[in-house]
């Protein structure tokens, strides 16, 4: 079975701009979150989508915004870039089906760098 | 607020040895705990987890011990193995949170040969 795919791996965007990053889920799975993952702060939600629908979110601003398809293929996209949004943008998946699929599967990550 | 935290931001062990995580926990409503390992340019891989009525998992050389009580868990990997060199993050959940998953800042351990 495929893993969680994430592209691009990497990315380097000025200040200002905007950026779309995408994910595909393990086959089956209905739920795609979204991470941030920055040194010395671990892995910060910022939203969950089931079914097309944003089921849960962060506390992060407007800027972050995500959808998600009826492939459950998910884009997160940031506008507005500022040099705090360099980071580790993490994916993950679940079957959301029960309490034990609350065990995600996390793509490799798409390194955003913003200068 | 950091709701769940891991004090110790590294640990170094001797192969062989035991590796003892530690985790702490603020929210009473948490009721599923979970352990990644994340190896550097890879996503984060689960490893065990952990239910609120439970106070031990064992899977291998991985056990999670939970104390409700003290509202901490700890990861106890025997014996530790140079494999085992890699980013530990701890997580938790709750059902009247929707189980959105909360992680902790994570514990780096070295395992020295």
């Known amino acids: 079975k495929a893993g969680v795919t994430q592209t691009p791996r990497y990315l380097i965007k000025t200040r200002g701009q905007q950026v779309t990053l995408s994910c595909s889920p393990i086959?089956?799975?209905?739920?795609v979150s979204w991470y941030q993952q920055t040194p010395g702060q671990g892995l910060q939600f910022l939203f969950e989508?089931?079914?097309?629908?944003?089921?849960n979110k962060g506390n992060f601003p407007g800027r972050f915004s995500g959808r998600q398809f009826s492939n459950s293929r998910s884009e997160m996209n940031v506008s507005t870039l500022e040099l705090g949004d360099s980071a580790l943008y993490l994916c993950?998946?679940?079957?959301?089906?029960?309490?034990?699929?609350?065990?995600?599967?996390f793509g490799p990550g798409t390194r955003l760098t913003v200068t | 607020d950091q709701q769940v935290k891991q004090n110790s931001p590294s640990l170094s062990v001797q192969e062989g040895r035991i590796s003892i995580l530690n985790c702490d926990y603020t929210?009473?409503?948490?009721?599923?705990f979970l352990w990644y390992k994340k190896y550097p340019a890879e996503g984060p891989t689960f490893l065990i987890s952990?239910?609120?009525?439970?106070d031990k998992n064992e899977d291998g050389r991985f056990t999670v011990f939970l104390n409700k009580s003290a509202k901490h868990l700890s990861l106890h990997i025997v014996p530790s193995q140079p494999g085992d060199s890699a980013v530990y993050f701890c997580?938790?959940?709750?059902?009247?949170?929707?189980?959105?998953?909360?992680f902790g800042a994570g514990t780096t351990v070295t395992v020295r040969a």
């Open positions: 993950a998946s679940s079957w959301r089906g029960s309490q034990r699929s609350y065990e995600q599967y």
């Open positions: 086959s089956g799975h209905r739920s």
């Open positions: 989508y089931f079914s097309e629908t944003q089921r």
């Open positions: 929210n009473s409503m948490f009721d599923y």
């Open positions: 952990i239910s609120s009525i439970k």
């Open positions: 997580a938790a959940s709750a059902r009247s949170n929707d189980y959105k998953l909360s």
